[in-house]
Structure formats: C-alpha cells, structure tokens
C-alpha cells in the first residue's frame, strides 16, 4: 500500500475519526480546523466528542508520529498529495444544503493546494458539488473527487475500518485510484463511479433509511389498532433478506446529524429539477406527523382531555441525545418531541448518561437532572425518549415514590413492563396496544 501525506479539513465526527483512521492505516495525516483550543486538546490527544475507540485511535496515532493537527489550514494542504474535505454542510434557507463552509475553504486553499493533489468531499454535498469545487479551485492540475462517508455515530471507528462498501466518483481514474489506494488495507468491496452517481448514492442511502424508520413507526400505530405486537411483526418481515431486519424498530421519530438534513436537502435539490418525489415528502411528513401523534398520547393521558393542554404538566424526560452512545443532540428526535410538549405548555425535567452538566441551549426547554430519581420528582408520567440502555437498570422503584403519577410512556420500547409493574407504574410502548405477552 502506498504511504501518502493526506490533509483533512475540519474534525468534526467525520473528519477527525477520518484522519486519525487513515493515519491508523499507516499514512501521515495532519488535521486542521478553525478554532485553536480545539487543535490544542487534540494535541494532547483529548477528544471532546463521545465517540467509542475514537481516542484510543488518535492517541496510537499520535503517539506514532503519523496524526498532526493544526489550526493553519494552507499549512496543512502545503504538502498533501490528498486533502479531505470533511466541513459541516448544515440545512439552509429552504431545506438546500448550505455550502458555505466548503466554498470558502475551496477559496482558502486553492492556491496552496500542490500540484497534482487531490480534492476530495467526504462531507454530505448535493449533485454538482464536486464540479462546483473544482470551478472554485480553478485548477487544471488538481482532480476533484467525491468519497461520501458512511459513519454512524457510535461506531464510527469500526464503521471506518469494516466498511460496507467504499464509493469513489470522478472522472479522472487516476485520481480515483489514488483515493482508493489509502483503503487498500480494509476488505471492502469498492464501488468506482463518476461524482454525480456518487454525491446521489449518499443522500439515497440516508433517504432509504429514514423511509424504513417512516414506515416503522407508522407500523407501529397500525399495529395498536389491531392488537398486533410491533416487535413480532417487525421481526417477521425482516428476516425476508429483501427487506432486512435494520432500521425497523420504532421511536420518537428519527432525527440526528444526517437523516433531516439530507433528506430535505434531496428533496429540494429534486424540486429545482422538476422532479417529483412524492415518497420522499410523505416520508419527511410522516416523522413530523409521528411525533405530534406521540405528543397527543401524553396530552391524552395526563392533560386536559377538552383541548390537550399540557399547561402546568410536570414529565420526567429520559434521553436527549438523538441516539444512544453519544452526545450529540443535532435534530434529536428527542428534543422535537420535548418542543412540543412545551408547545403544549409542559413542564420538563431530563436525565440523559451523557449529559451530566447544565446546557445553556438547553435551558428553555427543559431543566437537566444530573440525577434519573430526582428527573421524576412530581412528574405526571415518565418519557423515555432515548435507548440508552441503562435505563434498564434504574431504580424504577425509588422513581415511582418521587412521581405524581404512574405512567411511564416508553417511546423505545426498551423497558421490562412486568419490572415497571412491581414498581407500581404503568407501561406504554408503541406498537403494543398492552404490555407485551408471549406464547408460551
């Protein structure tokens, strides 16, 4: 394999679990990003997201010499022979995708960059970015070249270095292969298309996956309405290898980094096109749909039943973080269902493992307990919102004597109702009309 000196701009999740892997794999990477303090920690190996094995991989390669970071962005590229591109493309104005981040370092680097570098966008991008990059560089001798990434948080590292697939775009081959050569030590099979197939399958896979979670979670109230159990019917259809068993459990709505902005931005990018994607829309209408439906189920039960007023409500909220493994509470699905319930004029108290301090973005929405017991404190009804999986194992007991009421709304279905139920509380899941039952 060949041993290449890559730059990778920006460490975000992508970025950094990016570099310090390929950096894992042999090659000598420098990180850069804008905010100094953060380059400072990473130098000394402290990683501030919550990310399993990510710090172990940066320390290894730092202490290997083969993982740098700097907050000099043309100093970083100087010598590169392949530079990431790995910046946050948020939704802007109208669901598009704002590309601010990677046009203006394009315009940063573009007359560092060596001759016969490589660019490549790890970041999410719309169809056309690859060539909007290489007009920005205005560089006949640098390829550009679209790698999208394909992490889940909480297992990034593993997601990075036991890859499904490796999907590369450009219309130079060379340049392709290149890009190809740093994965040459993982068994992955290698998908080689132009950019444009490449950008698209990224926002596809993430639209596909939402559309499973749409279709789970509506499932689910079809399934309270004939009495049917969710588990049971979602483990039937996914053992059919067509369909597959992943991303079928339902929840609070599905949210997170990728999910919403990617979809929204397919769909814009669509309608600019003139192309009419009616199964993308409906499955964006039917999370937002989901969660006013789960919304009014607590309204229903612990409100006013006239106008589902929830004023003056006190619930105990169990889970932020979009998922669970991490801190990261970008478009939580968690967080929308707790704006509505504020809507409604709720009352919330949260406990969720990986947010043990108070959080100023957080302060008018919901006061955070460093403690689940005292989360419970005068709550009505108890929220699980997150499938962090030591809920399990919390004193369920001692909750019950701290709450006003007796419900406890399981939005993941992780908890043991039979547990819950010598607590003194009472279980509701989705897609499960009553507690779950069992043939013997």
């Given at each position: ?13 992508v ?9 894992s ?24 997201i ?46 598009a ?55 889940r ?14 999907v ?17 030590e993982?068994?992955?099979p ?9 950008e ?23 399934c ?33 980094s ?30 937002v749909a ?60 949260a ?20 403690d ?8 009505a ?13 919390l004193?369920w ?42 043939v013997?």
């Amino acid at each position: 394999m060949p041993v290449r000196r890559v730059a990778v701009i920006g460490t975000g999740y992508v970025g950094l679990t990016t570099g310090a892997c390929l950096a894992s794999l042999g090659h000598f990477v420098v990180c850069a990003d804008a905010d100094p303090h953060k380059v400072e920690r990473l130098r000394e190996a402290r990683v501030d997201i919550l990310e399993p094995e990510l710090p172990e991989v940066v320390r290894g390669a730092l202490d290997a010499a083969r993982l740098d970071f700097t907050g000099d962005t043309a100093a970083a590229v100087a010598e590169a022979e392949v530079v990431f591109l790995c910046l946050p493309t948020p939704m802007g104005a109208g669901g598009a995708a704002d590309l601010a981040a990677v046009e203006a370092v394009a315009a940063q680097i573009r007359d560092v960059l060596p001759p016969g570098c490589v660019v490549v966008n790890k970041s999410t991008v719309p169809v056309g970015t690859c060539e909007r990059v290489a007009a920005l560089l205005g560089r006949d001798d640098v390829a550009v070249v679209s790698n999208p990434e394909f992490l889940r948080e909480g297992r990034a590292v593993h997601d990075f270095l036991h890859p499904d697939r490796i999907v590369i775009g450009a219309t130079d081959r060379d340049a392709a292969r290149r890009v190809a050569e740093l994965y040459a030590e993982l068994d992955a099979p290698l998908v080689l298309t132009d950019a444009a197939s490449a950008e698209l399958t990224k926002y596809a896979a993430n639209f596909f996956l939402a559309m499973k979670l749409s279709f789970a979670n509506n499932l689910a109230t079809v399934c309270e309405r004939f009495g049917a159990d969710i588990a049971d019917v979602t483990e039937g259809i996914g053992r059919d290898p067509r369909i597959g068993s992943a991303f079928l459990r339902p929840g609070p709505g599905w949210g997170g980094s990728c999910l919403p902005k990617d979809t929204h931005a397919l769909l814009t990018v669509c309608e600019l096109a003139g192309v009419d994607f009616p199964l993308l829309r409906a499955t964006i209408e039917t999370n937002v749909a989901h969660q006013r439906q789960l919304v009014d189920r607590v309204a229903a039960a612990c409100g006013r039943a006239e106008d589902g007023s929830l004023h003056g409500v006190r619930l105990a909220l169990y889970g932020l973080t979009f998922k669970a493994g991490t801190s990261d509470l970008r478009d939580s699905p968690a967080l929308s269902v707790a704006r509505l319930l504020r809507e409604r004029g709720a009352e919330l108290t949260a406990y969720d493992p990986a947010l043990r301090e108070e959080r100023p973005d957080l302060s008018d929405l919901v006061e955070l307990a460093d403690d689940p017991v005292r989360a419970a404190e005068g709550a009505a009804a108890c929220l699980v919102l997150t499938e962090w999986p030591e809920l399990r194992d919390l004193d369920w007991a001692a909750i019950a004597a701290r709450m006003a009421g007796h419900e406890v709304h399981d939005f993941r279905n992780l908890l043991d109702a039979d547990r819950l139920a010598r607590a003194g509380l009472s279980w509701q899941g989705i897609g499960r009309a009553e507690a779950p039952t069992r043939v013997a």
